[in-house]
């Protein structure tokens, strides 16, 4: 491993910025975020970056390295050819703030325009419900998602062409399966699904699956069916014909 490294960082804001290379040392078992660091405390006292955990929990330091959404803390030196630049941008589908730190609050904002959960009534005198273990299995996958927005980030719809008015985005659709999957839910989000978040815009590459840093399968396990829900429901010829019946 090289003892050197240059990383090519955006510094800027709203307002614009330009690419800035700092060289510095780098170490055995350095992730991207050990490096950023360095460079702000001996090159860039005012570098702005977002982090908390250094896990890969928090979701705090999602960055665009050479080009691709990862978490900075996620990320190993030993990963990355250290020959050339490594370059370090914030995420493209958000506005920027200053620097690596992008406006993140649209997500929440979006977020609440899906229907909340609401469970059915108690099965049981004492006020308790009974599941399938199968079913309560099937939403567990979907709260392992440490809202990163990494998914965002590098879903088309959102990165060029900026739907954010109409489309939800494939972390909000991880979300709105959880709720639609939960084995004891009861409200209806199909007709939001088609209409208010636009899931139609979405056309499955599975790019969002990619970058996940929890390995979600966002497309083949909560995607996918909830477009199975709004094809059933609109778009299924039999069922149409019923209707008209």
């Not at 660091?37 to 955990?53: E, F, K, P, S, Y």
């Not at 370090?88 to 997500?107: C, G, K, Q, Y």
């Not at 699956?209 to 979600?216: A, H, K």
Request: hydrophobic content about 35%; proline content about 6%.
């Amino acid at each position: 491993m090289a003892t050197q490294a240059t990383f090519r960082i955006w510094r800027g804001d709203a307002a614009g910025g330009q690419f800035q290379d700092y060289t510095t040392q780098v170490e055995e078992g350095m992730v991207v975020l050990d490096a950023v660091h360095r460079i702000q405390a001996q090159q860039a006292n005012d570098l702005a970056v977002r982090w908390n955990c250094k896990a890969g929990k928090c979701g705090s330091c999602s960055a665009e390295i050479n080009g691709t959404p990862k978490l900075m803390c996620m990320t190993r030196l030993s990963d990355i050819n250290l020959e050339a630049p490594v370059t370090l941008e914030p995420m493209h589908a958000f506005p920027p703030i200053r620097d690596l730190v992008t406006d993140v609050s649209w997500n929440f904002r979006a977020k609440k325009t899906i229907k909340p959960f609401k469970p059915r009534t108690p099965d049981a005198p004492d006020g308790t419900w009974r599941m399938q273990q199968d079913d309560v299995e099937r939403v567990q996958e979907f709260r392992k998602c440490i809202e990163c927005f990494l998914c965002q980030d590098v879903c088309h719809v959102l990165r060029e062409h900026h739907k954010h008015d109409e489309f939800i985005g494939p972390r909000l659709l991880v979300y709105a399966a959880a709720l639609e999957m939960h084995p004891l839910d009861t409200e209806d989000r199909v007709s939001d699904l088609r209409h208010k978040h636009s899931i139609g815009y979405c056309n499955i590459t599975t790019c969002c699956r990619q970058v996940c840093p929890e390995s979600i399968t966002i497309t083949e396990n909560a995607i996918i069916p909830l477009k199975e829900r709004v094809v059933d429901r609109y778009f299924d010829p039999l069922k149409r014909l019923f209707r008209i019946l």
